[in-house]
């Protein structure tokens, strides 16, 4: 054990934890039987607020879990441990002819950080979340017993566990079902809109026929300006060498370096360089999914007082009006960020009981820590948000009020049955009092 500080990808604290690396997953039940303290499974830290945190208890860091158990080339059904990353995977079934069918915007997660937030990615209308194509989980929970849950074994362990927020037991080893890919390349197209009411044209006629859909917005345009963005699986074969990873941000500036004057040029500069870009083209998956794995430690150009990002979604038959206010919410403020996301969620259940995917659309923003006018910026976007009975994402969250999170799972009672005595949570204590 160690004792050092961590922080999740906000960058908003450093508190001290425990740190106990797994390495031996038969060894795992042992030690969290014989463990001191309520501790927290930790994989590659990149939640945005605190549901990976466990400020002053212990961290179970997991990433030495990372090993592949098997893998069967004829039906693509892979079994690895929960510490494996979702870019090693992609790495090795890509060429073999195989893919994940669910990533979010970053490849450099855990499996089981991917199932414990039940990430979704650019294709929910067509394949929902992660927690959609996973068969098994193997859980080890701190009294020492193993849990071995699925859709259809110990269901209601396993929707517990889909997008639990790493709540209800350590995972060790999982199943994925995994879909067919002729390569790793897209057939894209680039589309700037002006406004709302083109983007959800754009998103609504795009469901049928292409498989990602999402769009960056200018999140300081009150008209809604944006470029969509859509692709499809491609049937090229050759696989490049993968991308080269740039320098990013080296160190820690001053101060942020987002703020009014650099929003607002960047986002002109943004929004003209791809309409001038616009139309067809074919993309490697790495960029088009995850645009910002190839700068470094990106997170630092927010500064000392780290960044928040607010990632809601509210149902799709108010959507236009919610997203429209909250826009002009943030116009006003003269905060936001540059890479702003809006797209839309499928009329599609989610696997967990506390997974954020529902239908809708779904706006991501991240915010400079201002302190005070940062948190009464976010008592109007919430305010928007529960008017329209929508929620954030536990993920992305560090603030979130407890009646705005009971309000907005209502699986959360249920849930409850399920925690784990022995694992607790920054989040947990906060939202759900242990």
């Given at each position: 054990?160690?004792?050092?500080?961590?922080?999740?990808?906000?960058r908003?604290?450093?508190?001290?934890h425990h740190?106990?690396?797994?390495?031996?997953?038969?060894?795992?039940?042992?030690?969290?039987?014989?463990?001191?303290g309520?501790?927290?499974?930790?994989?590659?830290?990149r939640s945005?607020?605190?549901v990976c945190?466990?400020?002053?208890?212990?961290l179970?860091?997991t990433t030495?879990?990372?090993?592949?158990?098997?893998?069967?080339?004829?039906s693509?059904l892979?079994v690895?441990?929960a510490?494996?990353?979702?870019r090693d995977i992609q790495?090795?079934?890509?060429?073999?002819?195989w893919?994940l069918?669910?990533?979010?915007g970053t490849?450099?997660?855990?499996?089981?950080?991917a199932i414990a937030?039940?990430v979704h990615?650019k294709?929910h209308h067509?394949?929902?979340s992660?927690?959609?194509h996973?068969?098994?989980?193997r859980l080890?929970?701190t009294?020492g017993s193993i849990?071995d849950?699925g859709?259809?074994?110990?269901?209601?362990?396993f929707?517990?566990t889909?997008g639990?927020l790493?709540?209800t037991g350590?995972?060790?080893?999982?199943?994925?079902q995994?879909?067919?890919?002729?390569?790793?390349?897209?057939?894209?197209?680039?589309?700037?809109y002006?406004?709302l009411d083109e983007?959800?044209?754009?998103a609504?006629?795009?469901?049928?026929?292409?498989?990602h859909?999402?769009?960056?917005?200018?999140?300081?345009?009150r008209?809604?300006?944006?470029?969509f963005m859509r692709?499809?699986?491609?049937t090229?074969?050759?696989i490049p060498?993968?991308?080269?990873v740039?320098?990013?941000?080296p160190v820690?500036?001053?101060?942020?370096?987002v703020?009014?004057p650099?929003?607002?040029?960047?986002?002109?500069?943004?929004f003209n360089?791809k309409k001038h870009?616009?139309?067809?083209?074919q993309?490697?998956y790495?960029p088009f999914f995850y645009?910002l794995?190839?700068v470094?430690?990106?997170n630092?150009?927010?500064?000392?007082?780290?960044?928040?990002?607010?990632?809601?979604?509210v149902p799709?038959?108010v959507?236009?009006?919610a997203?429209?206010?909250?826009?002009e919410?943030v116009?006003r403020?003269?905060s936001?960020s540059f890479?702003a996301?809006l797209k839309?969620?499928?009329?599609?259940?989610?696997p967990?009981l506390?997974s954020?995917?529902?239908?809708?659309a779904?706006?991501?923003?991240d915010?400079?820590?201002?302190?005070?006018?940062?948190?009464?910026l976010f008592?109007?976007?919430?305010?928007?948000v529960?008017?329209?009975?929508g929620r954030?994402?536990?993920?992305k969250?560090a603030r979130?009020p407890?009646?705005m999170?009971q309000?907005g799972?209502?699986?959360?009672e249920?849930f409850?049955?399920?925690?784990?005595?022995?694992i607790s949570s920054?989040l947990s204590r906060?939202?759900m009092?242990s």
């Open positions: 054990m160690t004792t050092m500080p961590v922080s999740s990808w906000g908003l604290a450093q508190p001290l740190i106990v690396a797994l390495r031996d997953a038969t060894a795992v039940p042992d030690l969290l039987r014989t463990g001191q309520a501790g927290l499974a930790f994989g590659m830290g945005y607020g605190d945190l466990n400020d002053g208890g212990t179970w860091k030495g879990l990372d090993r592949f158990v098997s893998f069967d080339e004829q693509g892979l690895c441990e510490g494996a990353l979702v790495r090795l079934v890509i060429p073999r002819g893919i069918p669910v990533t979010p490849q450099l997660i855990t499996v089981g950080g937030n039940d990615g294709n067509v394949l929902g992660f927690g959609d996973v068969k098994r989980i080890v929970r009294d849990i849950c859709p259809s074994e110990h269901a209601e362990w929707a517990a889909v639990g790493g709540l350590v995972m060790t080893e999982v199943q994925i995994l879909r067919r890919t002729s390569g790793p390349w897209l057939d894209t197209e680039t589309i700037p002006a406004g983007f959800f044209t754009l609504d006629g795009s469901e049928s026929g292409w498989e859909t999402v769009s960056w917005i200018d999140c300081l345009d008209s809604g300006r944006g470029v692709g499809n699986p491609a090229r074969t050759d060498a993968p991308a080269k740039g320098a990013g941000m820690v500036p001053p101060v942020s370096l703020n009014g650099s929003l607002r040029a960047f986002n002109t500069l943004y360089l870009r616009a139309g067809r083209q993309a490697h790495e645009p794995d190839n470094p430690n990106w630092r150009m927010y500064g000392p007082k780290g960044f928040f990002q607010y990632q809601s979604v799709r038959d959507a236009r009006d997203v429209q206010a909250m826009l919410v116009s403020s003269g936001g890479l996301v839309t969620f499928g009329d599609r259940e989610s967990g506390l954020f995917p529902r239908p809708g779904t706006l991501a923003l915010f400079p820590n201002k302190g005070e006018p940062t948190h009464k008592a109007q976007l919430d305010a928007i529960m008017e329209a009975k954030l994402y536990p993920a969250d979130m407890q009646a999170f309000a799972y209502p699986g959360l249920e409850s049955k399920f925690r784990d005595a022995g920054a906060r939202l009092g």
